[in-house]
């Protein structure tokens, strides 16, 4: 595998709104450094969730023929991921696509949910010949259009602008940040991180700089954020960091593909893809995956304290009451059973 030297790129980890230099900035590609955050709360970093349920089915693994990468559906055939994860440096060229697969929900190394990519189109900024950047952070996204139409089995991500309104939700706690990935540590497991937060931004706010447990392999991989009821994609991991005290993470803020605010050519690129922005969509009834993320619900109830018997399966009746205990004291209304809106609320709660 490729070892990719350190650069530096502006950020730090004070407001919000603007971050100053210098941080030591490395591509989390198929490298061998690793980054991550403490978690005050007993699970792990990072925990291993079930690729095959939405809407961590939405989430890919990008195999090359220079490596591995993440990447996520944003429509039936349509994947977004890192510019990076296809250009290969040694020859000096972008790979052809037909060195290129993507299996939705990958795990234990399955290939259920699988596709070759017809064709794709990145940036025409993103410098092929320079090191991780800032101005390579900006450009560095490509889009993949399958040769098949995966969504159906699998489900796929809306996009959601981390505007001001999303920024104020997150700060009181009435959204929160997630993400998931195929890490190099872990590369035949999908795993999933909760308690992110924002540290600032860099680049004019294309660039989000971030407090995840990030590394090698996560390039592509979505930076999820839970509001208003779902959980959407709001940024592309492009980029790790560090100053020596505190690691952060970078992704490329979705609003560059935004007709309004972003690229005229970015958002032109993924007009095929449909209405990005809308809510997402799970699998189809009895397609491969699951529509409703069952096994991480009873992993977050069993850490509130809700399901006793951690890793193991509990009975319907076991996870109902379960549910209905943390509606309760959530102060929520809803059916007390598992769904995506009940995974966000528990994502939420672990905030608190």
């Known amino acids: 595998m490729t070892k990719w030297p350190h650069h530096r790129f502006l950020a730090a980890a004070r407001s ?5 230099p210098l941080l030591v900035a490395t591509l989390l590609g198929s490298s061998t450094l690793g980054l991550g955050v ?23 693994k990008i195999e090359t023929s220079i490596g591995h990468c993440s990447g996520f559906l944003i429509s039936q055939k349509h994947v977004l991921t890192a510019a990076h994860c296809l250009y ?4 000096n060229r972008w790979i052809k696509s037909s060195e290129i697969r993507f299996t939705a929900g990958y795990q234990n190394r399955q290939h259920k949910i699988t596709s070759s990519v017809k064709k794709y189109k990145q940036s025409k900024k993103y410098k092929k010949t ?3 950047s800032v101005k390579n952070t900006v450009t560095d996204w490509a889009l993949l259009e399958l040769a098949r139409p995966l969504g159906k089995d699998a489900g796929w991500l809306a996009l959601r602008r981390l505007d001001n309104e999303l920024l104020r939700d997150l700060s009181e706690g009435s959204a929160t940040l997630l993400h998931a990935g195929y890490r190099g540590d872990a590369p035949h497991r999908l795993k ?16 989000i700089a971030h407090r995840c447990s990030i590394m090698q392999g996560d390039s592509g991989s979505p930076l999820l954020v839970f509001t208003d009821g779902g959980i959407y994609a ?3 991991h492009v980029i790790g960091a560090s100053d020596g005290k505190q690691d952060i993470a970078g992704a490329l803020s979705v609003s560059v593909f935004h007709p309004d605010v972003g690229s005229a ?10 209405n990005i922005w809308r809510e997402g969509k799970p699998p189809r009834v009895n397609r491969k995956a699951e529509d409703t993320p069952i096994q991480t619900i009873d ?9 006793r018997g951690r890793g193991k399966r509990p009975s319907r009746s076991s996870r109902r009451i379960a549910i209905q205990a943390f509606l309760n004291d959530a102060h929520l209304t809803g059916p007390a059973k598992p769904s995506v809106s009940l995974l966000g609320e528990l994502a939420r709660q672990l905030d608190e």
């Open 16 to 20: 919000p709104k603007r971050l100053k």
């Open 38 to 60: 403490n978690a005050a709360w007993a699970i792990p970093e990072r925990v291993t969730v079930n690729a095959m349920e939405y809407p961590w089915s939405a989430i890919g």
């Open 88 to 91: 290969d440096r040694a020859s």
């Open 130 to 132: 320079s090191d991780a």
């Open 192 to 207: 999933a991180g909760f308690g992110c937060e924002i540290a600032g931004y860099f680049k004019n706010g294309v660039g």
């Open 234 to 236: 709001t940024g592309v």
């Open 265 to 274: 050519r970015a958002a032109r690129i993924l007009r095929p893809a449909g």
């Open 299 to 307: 992993l977050l109830l069993s850490e509130l304290g809700y399901l």
